[in-house]
C-alpha cells in the first residue's frame, strides 16, 4: 500500500486562472513535506541534545570530565560523521533516489541512537555518535530535495523552508527533552536514545511514500512519475510539467556520460550555481548561527546571568524564537523572494552583531547592568536570521542545478555547510578568549558585510521560477544572453 491509495488524498491543485497555488492547496503535496521533514526534526534534534546529555556524561565517566578533548570529540564525531554523510548522500541520492536515501539515513540514525544510549565506554559513544552524524549528514541533503522535486514552483520556497521549521523545531524539542530527564536515572542515555523513535516513524511513514517524481521520470518509470505528478497537478498543469521534464530527459541523453565531482568545477553554469549555493551554505554558519545556538547560555552567562537555570531557560526561549521566525520565513519566501529576504535578514543580523559587541565592550569597560543589552542582541539575531539566512541557503540549494547534477551539487554544498558548522564551533571559544568576546562578534558583523555584497552579486531570484528556468539563468550569467533567458534574469533580480 502506497500514500497514493489513501482517501481523500489525490485532490491536485488546480492550476487554473481563478485558483491559487497556496502552501495548504493540496493536503498530499503537505503531507508529503511534513514526512520529508521528519529528517529535519532529527537534525534539529541531534544538534542540541548533546549540549545537556553532555553533563551527565562526564558525570558517569571520570575519564570525560578530566578530559576536554573527549567532551570536544563527543560533540565534534556528529559533525564529522554529516560531514561524511553529506558527501556522500549527493551520489546516494543520484544512484538509488530520494526514497532509500531516507531510508537508509533513518536506519543508520536509529542504529547510532541506539549504541549511544548501550554505550558502555566514551569511545563506544564516539561511534554511536559518528553513526547519527552519517544518518544526519545524508537526510540534510535529500529531505530539501525530495521535497523540492515534488513541490509546485510557486509554493517550493514555503514547502521547503517546512524542513528547516523540522529542524529548529528539533533542537527547541532537544531543550524540553533535556529539561524532561533531569531526573530519570540513565539521564544521558534517554536523552540521546529518544532520537531513535523519530527516525523510527519516519522510516515506517517513508515505505508509504512515492519516490521524487523528477527522479522516477529521469532515472526509473515515467509512468509511476505521471501517477504521482497527477496527484500535484491539474490535467493542463500536468501537461506542461510533462513536457518539460521531456526536455530535460532529452538534454540529459544527449549528454550521454555520467556526472562526475569533476564537472562541477569543469561546467561553467554548474560551477556559478555550486559557488553561489556553497557560499550561501557557509555564509549560513559563519555569520554566527550556530554560535548562538551551541553556545547561548554561556554568552547568557557571560553577560552576567550567572545562574544555570536561568541560562538554560534562556536558552529555551532562543530556540523557541528561532522556530517562529521560521514560521515566518515559510510565508515571507514565496511572497518577498529569496534573494531580497536574505538581504534584509543578513542586515537585521549585523545589526544585531554590532549591538552585541557594543554590550560586551560596555561591561569589559567597567559598565554594570549591561547584560540586557547582551539578550536584546541576541533576541534580534534570532528574530532576523529565522526568517531569512535560516530558510534561503536550503531552499536555493534544493532548486538552482540541473536534474543530473542535483543530488551531487546538493551533497557537496551541504558537506560544506557541515565543514563551517564545525570550524565555527570549534573556534567561536577560543576567539573570545584570544581577542575578547566584543571584537569576535564585530569580526561575525564584519563576515556578515562580505555575506551581503555575495548575496548581491551571485546569487538570482529563484522565486516562483521551475527547475528549467533557473537552469537557464545560470546558463546566462555562464555565456551571455544567447540563450534567450535575458527576461528571466532581469525580472529575478529587480
Known amino acids: 500500500m502506497t500514500i497514493e491509495s489513501f482517501p481523500g488524498s489525490s485532490g491536485y491543485i488546480d492550476a487554473g486562472v481563478d485558483k491559487k497555488i497556496t502552501y495548504f492547496s493540496n493536503t498530499y503535496v503537505l503531507g508529503l513535506t511534513v514526512i520529508a521533514g521528519i529528517g529535519g526534526l532529527l537534525f534539529g534534534y541531534d544538534t542540541g541534545v548533546i549540549s545537556g546529555a553532555l553533563l551527565y556524561i562526564r558525570d558517569e565517566f571520570e575519564e570525560v570530565d578530566k578530559s576536554s578533548f573527549l567532551q570536544e570529540t563527543i560533540v565534534s564525531m556528529a559533525l564529522v560523521g554529516a560531514m561524511i554523510g553529506a558527501a556522500g548522500g549527493g551520489w546516494i541520492n543520484d544512484t538509488?533516489?530520494?526514497?532509500?536515501?531516507?531510508?537508509?539515513?533513518?536506519?543508520?540514525?536509529?542504529?547510532?541512537?541506539?549504541?549511544?544510549?548501550?554505550?558502555?565506554?566514551?569511545?563506544?559513544?564516539?561511534?554511536?555518535?559518528?553513526?547519527?552524524?552519517?544518518?544526519?549528514?545524508?537526510?540534510?541533503?535529500?529531505?530539501?530535495?525530495?521535497?523540492?522535486?515534488?513541490?509546485?514552483?510557486?509554493?517550493?520556497?514555503?514547502?521547503?523552508?517546512?524542513?528547516?521549521?523540522?529542524?529548529?523545531?528539533?533542537?527547541?524539542?532537544?531543550?524540553?527533552?533535556?529539561?524532561?530527564?533531569?531526573?530519570?536515572?540513565?539521564?544521558?542515555?534517554?536523552?540521546?536514545?529518544?532520537?531513535?523513535?523519530?527516525?523510527?516513524?519516519?522510516?515506517?511513514?517513508?515505505?508509504?511514500?512515492?519516490e521524487s517524481p523528477r527522479w522516477l521520470y529521469m532515472k526509473k518509470s515515467k509512468s509511476e512519475a505521471i501517477v504521482v505528478l497527477s496527484k500535484i497537478y491539474d490535467p493542463y498543469r500536468l501537461e506542461e510539467e510533462l513536457d518539460q521534464l521531456s526536455v530535460t530527459l532529452e538534454e540529459e541523453n544527449q549528454r550521454n556520460k555520467a556526472v562526475s565531482y569533476w564537472d562541477v568545477f569543469r561546467v561553467k553554469e554548474i560551477r556559478l550555481a555550486f559557488f553561489a549555493g556553497a557560499g550561501l551554505q557557509a555564509f549560513q554558519q559563519f555569520t554566527g548561527i550556530n554560535t548562538v545556538m551551541y553556545y547561548s547560555p554561556t554568552i547568557v552567562q557571560m553577560a552576567g546571568f550567572s545562574s544555570n537555570q536561568l541560562a538554560l531557560l534562556l536558552s529555551l526561549v532562543v530556540a523557541l524564537m528561532n522556530a517562529t521566525g521560521t514560521v515566518v520565513g515559510i510565508y515571507l519566501i514565496d511572497h518577498f523572494g529569496r534573494r531580497k529576504l536574505a538581504l534584509s535578514s543578513l542586515f537585521g543580523v549585523f545589526l544585531s552583531l554590532i549591538l552585541l559587541s557594543v554590550a560586551f565592550l560596555l561591561q569589559s569597560s567597567g559598565f554594570i547592568n549591561v547584560g540586557w543589552i547582551a539578550v536584546l542582541g541576541l533576541a534580534l539575531y534570532i528574530a532576523f536570521f529565522a526568517p531569512g539566512m535560516g530558510p534561503v541557503p536550503w531552499t536555493v540549494n534544493s532548486e538552482i542545478y540541473p536534474q543530473s547534477y542535483r543530488g551531487i551539487c546538493g551533497g557537496m554544498s551541504a558537506t560544506v555547510n557541515w565543514i563551517s558548522n564545525l570550524m565555527v564551533a570549534q573556534s567561536f571559544l577560543s576567539v573570545a578568549d584570544a581577542v575578547g568576546t566584543e571584537w569576535t562578534f564585530l569580526i561575525l558583523a564584519a563576515i556578515t558585510v562580505a555575506a551581503i555584497g555575495f548575496v548581491f552579486v551571485f546569487v538570482p531570484e529563484t522565486k516562483g521560477l521551475t527547475f528549467e528556468e533557473v537552469e537557464k539563468i545560470w546558463k546566462e550569467k555562464a555565456w551571455g544572453s544567447s540563450h534567450g533567458t535575458e527576461s528571466l534574469l532581469e525580472n529575478g533580480e529587480e
Open 96 to 210: 538509488y533516489g530520494r526514497k532509500r536515501a531516507t531510508l537508509l539515513a533513518d536506519v543508520v540514525f536509529a542504529l547510532g541512537s541506539f549504541v549511544m544510549a548501550a554505550a558502555p565506554d566514551p569511545y563506544v559513544l564516539i561511534f554511536g555518535r559518528l553513526l547519527v552524524g552519517l544518518g544526519v549528514g545524508v537526510a540534510s541533503v535529500t529531505a530539501p530535495m525530495y521535497i523540492a522535486e515534488a513541490a509546485p514552483s510557486e509554493i517550493r520556497g514555503g514547502l521547503v523552508s517546512t524542513n528547516v521549521l523540522m529542524i529548529t523545531g528539533g533542537q527547541f524539542l532537544s531543550y524540553l527533552v533535556n529539561l524532561a530527564f533531569t531526573e530519570v536515572p540513565g539521564t544521558w542515555r534517554w536523552m540521546l536514545g529518544v532520537a531513535a523513535v523519530p527516525a523510527i516513524v519516519q522510516f515506517l511513514l517513508m515505505l508509504l511514500m512515492p
